[in-house]
């Protein structure tokens, strides 16, 4: 079992939960997975991982309560527990390898899409820590639903908001902020990562490739036992199929085919709107 030892809600239908996870903490990595059951007959939900305290030994996850699962996880309280959290999976992000004398060279350019916010945070944090350049875009649909502004803050070379009704920061998409930025004032960046919705990442793809800039995005919401056993998460990458759990998460953008893994994502909505009907027990979240 892992205690839960903080929950706070972050926005309508996110919550940020510490977890206590020693084993965990002590190898987790920017861009790596966790794979976690609210209780013994819980569906495995993959999530990737937000924070990690080495020193206390916990790791931070960030849900939203999209179907019947995610709402049973954020369901439970500070004092209750998981009953699993295997990891920590997947690979890491690529530049936690490299050479810091070559990293210290780059700038890097993080678009985070809704609660896709919060993968990207360890990854900004942890470039932060090591004297790497990165500006982060924060895209959400209104005000009420950006999360992790002030821990971003803290850490990106600059911050910028987008919201798409302009309630604070640049009104409109993160894809017109990446060409107001590039295009417009003539920012250079040496590689962009971009983390959230599936639509989002794709046409982020679409408009980086316009300035031939390197961009690596995330495919975890593709998974879900985390192993490559159940083939669920198969993608096309450059034509060849891999497996997001194991090859991944993070892939070359420009090379992911996006309208199949939407496909793949959607395969099963009919029979998750039906698990949310017949529970009415998660109103309150």
């Not at 030994?57 to 699993?84: F, P």
């Not at 999976?89 to 690529?94: E, K, M, V, Y």
């Not at 900004?124 to 803050?153: F, Q």
Request: with cysteine.
């Amino acid at each position: 079992m892992y205690k839960i030892v903080e929950k706070e809600r972050l926005a309508e239908g996110i919550w940020r939960m510490r977890i206590s996870a020693p084993r965990v903490a002590s190898s987790a990595l920017p861009g790596q997975f966790v794979i976690v059951r609210a209780d013994e007959k819980g569906e495995r939900i993959p999530l990737t991982i937000a924070d990690y305290d080495r020193s206390a030994g916990t790791v931070t996850l960030v849900t939203q309560t999209v179907g019947y699962s995610t709402r049973k996880i954020c369901a439970l309280e500070a004092g209750d527990s998981l009953a699993d959290l295997a990891g920590p999976l997947g690979h890491p992000s690529a530049f936690v390898n490299e050479p810091l004398e070559e990293l210290r060279k780059r700038r890097y350019l993080f678009v985070a899409g809704g609660v896709g916010t919060a993968p990207v945070y360890p990854q900004v944090k942890w470039l932060h820590e090591h004297g790497v350049e990165a500006d982060v875009i924060i895209g959400a649909k209104n005000e009420s639903l950006l999360i992790y502004t002030d821990e971003m803050r803290a850490v990106a070379s600059t911050l910028h908001i987008a919201t798409d009704d302009g309630s604070a920061g640049f009104k409109g998409l993160v894809t017109a902020l990446i060409d107001e930025l590039v295009g417009g004032r003539g920012c250079r960046y040496d590689e962009c990562i971009a983390i959230g919705p599936m639509i989002m990442m794709k046409f982020v793809t679409l408009t980086t490739a316009r300035y031939s800039l390197k961009t690596t995005v995330s495919l975890n919401a593709l998974m879900v036992d985390g192993t490559g056993m159940c083939g669920a998460c198969r993608v096309s990458v450059g034509g060849k199929t891999r497996f997001t759990c194991v090859d991944g998460p993070e892939f070359d953008g420009h090379a992911v085919d996006f309208d199949e893994a939407m496909r793949r994502q959607s395969m099963f909505r009919e029979q998750e709107q039906e698990a949310n009907k017949k529970c009415s027990c998660f109103e309150k979240l």
